[in-house]
């Protein structure tokens, strides 16, 4: 099964990659039922596609004002 998704926020972003990865532990729970150790060996092996595209332009952006912004509060130190 394939899925696409997409996330506008970094809370988004988050909670998708911690979606991806129960999905990934609920497949491995299915192709290997037993015990942990065997599906962790297993999950070394098994093959999975994932394809990440990140884009934090905007939120480093933010980070680059404040610092500029912090800097001219506090007379040219950057915090």
């Known amino acids: 099964?394939?899925?696409?998704?997409?996330?506008?926020?970094?809370?988004?972003?988050?909670?998708?990659?911690?979606?991806?990865?129960?999905?990934?532990?609920?497949?491995?729970k299915v192709a290997h039922p037993g015990d942990n150790l065997s599906r962790h060996k297993?999950?070394?092996?098994?093959?999975?596609?994932?394809s990440i595209s990140l884009d934090t332009t905007a939120l480093e952006q933010l980070g680059t004002e404040l610092h500029a912004f912090n800097a001219q509060v506090n007379g040219g130190e950057q915090a």
């Open 1 to 28: 099964m394939t899925s696409q998704w997409n996330a506008e926020t970094a809370e988004a972003a988050l909670n998708l990659l911690d979606a991806a990865r129960q999905r990934i532990e609920a497949a491995l």
């Open 42 to 50: 297993a999950a070394k092996t098994a093959p999975v596609h994932l």
